[in-house]
């Protein structure tokens, strides 16, 4: 059974087909892929994993190294790290073995394919071609015959009509002979064309066609025999890593069994054992005797046993669970975050009573002058290239409040990352310094002067700009629905809070108020066409509006929406009577126009 014999008229049946199987080896060349993809992230997932939990080296001298747990714990860490290098290899052989051996076995069958499909178009072609001399053929002979009999039919005529001159009856037989030997000409040629386009359609139909059918059945066949292939590669691709595989499961299941719980247990004795003797029993102070309770040997303060046998160690607690400092004055403190104060619809602090966020905007305000009566000619001249643009400061004074916290915090916590990288580098230093000593042919100590000297430098400058952006952070974060945490300074002596836990200002941190936060604008911006309002707001409670660019509002006051919150907690309104200005969002309720 063959195509060229079974499927003689099903041309565009075989070529959609053909087409479709060589998609079929594309899909699955791209399946594979997306398979490999998963090995590879799934291994490489395997090796982070391995990597985080692997000690790094400076804690393998750690005393739980010692603990078998902790030794089969890092057997599995290394099986595993050699378990997601088999993944690895399974995605590499798939890679090379199916896909890239598919992809170009593909390209190949494509131009086959399309070899097999030319030559059929080309047959057909032909075909076409000499059907169209027949008909043309044809038509010239059908033609030419009528125009004979007419031309016989006229001669006849005039050979009948008395009238007509004997020239005349000449002439119509010449031309009706001459007619019927055209007609005989296109007649032969007719039958020659015939005959050509007979011989060839059968040419077409019993030899041509059928064997490039039977081309491009062979073509399919391969091709389903070499994606077949690629299925069994896709399963034994696996199966022949599969025995390392269960070595690494076995390496795991040993590690589990290498656990000695009674051998830890020792080892955990002999790494903490002290060799004090538990402390005896406090002796009963009788107070009614007289006794001086604080020369007593027996008082509480002075208790006998353990104490008398520290020696060296008599001036540490003998507590079994002392607190121990988490704090080490040589290393920098990290941030520490207060409790937030409750938002601004929520349960209020008694501290601030109702308005939370007006009592924190009138204590940094009390002093400062205001300078522009509107938000609007700040926002405006931002965008108005020959307005004036307000000034840019270190202390980022040119961004409303929110804006501004965000960026000082920000800068804060990059002073800080530097700030320890510097400390961390100067230890650094110091210890080679002291190791350049001790031994001089490692190095002369006299080279490092000059990086320790700059490392001191840079950190007395880094210290300079902590404080100075603290106190900057203290004065943008008075808002007390704000103010996210308390940030530290850093001297020789330690770290000092820079805000008292309750969010006030310490002696230390007195902002400075002579310093306007927003930059004074031209009073003739204030006469510009007012925007239209996108909605309207209702007051849920009441607002002072002392700062700069804010507005005050009563509880149930309604207010046109002239700017929505752009994420600093601000929204710009308008009054009836044309007032603008900022008010907290979380103290409204906003219906926006649709």
């Not at 939990?53 to 001298?61: A, C, E, F, H, I």
């Not at 604008?521 to 909605?535: H, Q, S, V, Y």
Request: hydrophobic fraction near 30%; proline fraction near 5%; charged fraction near 30%.
């Amino acid at each position: 059974m063959d195509w060229g014999t079974e499927l003689w008229d099903q041309y565009d049946i075989i070529e959609k087909h053909t087409q479709s199987g060589l998609e079929l080896v594309e899909k699955y060349v791209k399946f594979v892929k997306e398979r490999t993809e998963i090995e590879q992230n799934y291994a490489k997932q395997l090796r982070n994993l391995s990597k985080k939990y692997n000690p790094k080296r400076s804690g393998k001298d750690e005393p739980e190294c010692r603990l078998s747990s902790y030794q089969s714990f890092v057997d599995i860490l290394n099986e595993m790290n050699d378990y997601a290098g088999q993944r690895e290899l399974i995605a590499e052989n798939m890679m090379m073995n199916i896909c890239i051996d598919l992809t170009k076995y593909l390209q190949e069958l494509k131009q086959e394919r399309k070899t097999y499909l030319l030559d059929a178009k080309k047959a057909q072609q032909s075909l076409e071609s000499t059907y169209k001399q027949l008909d043309s053929s044809k038509k010239r002979f059908e033609r030419e015959w009528r125009e004979a009999e007419r031309a016989a039919q006229y001669a006849e005529k005039t050979d009948q009509d008395i009238n007509a001159t004997k020239a005349d009856v000449e002439k119509a037989k010449q031309q009706a002979h001459m007619r019927a030997h055209v007609a005989e000409e296109c007649k032969n040629d007719y039958a020659a064309q015939l005959q050509k386009y007979n011989k060839e359609k059968n040419q077409f139909y019993f030899s041509d066609m059928p064997l490039i059918f039977n081309k491009l059945q062979d073509l399919d066949e391969r091709r389903v025999r070499k994606v077949a292939q690629g299925y069994i590669l896709f399963s034994d691709t696996e199966k022949h890593v599969m025995p390392i595989i269960g070595k690494c499961l076995e390496g795991i299941t040993k590690a589990g069994t290498n656990v000695d719980e009674k051998n830890d247990s020792l080892i955990v004795i002999e790494q903490n054992k002290s060799g004090f003797e538990r402390p005896g029993d406090v002796e009963f102070e009788d107070y009614s005797q007289g006794i001086n309770r604080a020369s007593s040997d027996s008082s509480l303060g002075t208790p006998k046993g353990p104490m008398d046998l520290l020696g060296k160690n008599r001036n540490k607690n003998f507590w079994l669970f002392s607190k121990k400092s988490k704090l080490s004055t040589s290393t920098l403190p990290p941030f520490s975050t207060p409790p937030v104060p409750s938002p601004a619809n929520g349960p209020n602090s008694p501290k601030f009573g109702r308005d939370p966020l007006s009592y924190c905007l009138k204590e940094i305000n009390k002093t400062v002058k205001p300078r522009i009566s509107s938000f609007r000619t700040l926002r405006r001249s931002k965008f108005t290239p020959d307005r004036i643009m307000p000034t840019v400061t270190e202390d980022f004074a040119h961004l409303p409040p929110e804006q501004r916290r965000k960026r000082l915090q920000q800068k804060l916590e990059d002073i800080c990352k530097e700030l320890q990288k510097e400390v961390d580098q100067s230890e650094a230093l110091g210890k080679m310094k002291d190791v350049y000593e001790k031994n001089p042919q490692m190095g002369d100590p006299a080279s490092l002067a000059p990086q320790i000297n700059q490392t001191s430098q840079n950190i007395e400058r880094l210290r300079g700009e902590l404080n100075k952006y603290e106190t900057w952070v203290a004065e943008a974060g008075v808002r007390g629905d704000t103010l996210r945490y308390k940030s530290h300074t850093f001297n020789n002596n330690g770290a000092h809070d820079l805000l008292s836990p309750d969010g006030a200002h310490s002696d230390e941190s007195t902002p400075d108020t002579s310093q306007a936060i927003y930059a004074e604008f031209d009073d003739d911006f204030e006469d510009e066409e007012l925007t239209a309002p996108i909605g309207k707001c209702t007051a849920m409670y009441s607002f002072p509006g002392a700062s700069e660019g804010t507005i005050s509002m009563q509880e149930g006051e309604v207010l046109s929406v002239v700017e929505e919150d752009k994420g600093d907690g601000w929204t710009r309104v308008r009054r009836s009577n044309g007032d603008e200005g900022y008010i907290p969002t979380s103290y409204v309720t906003v219906s926006i126009n649709k």
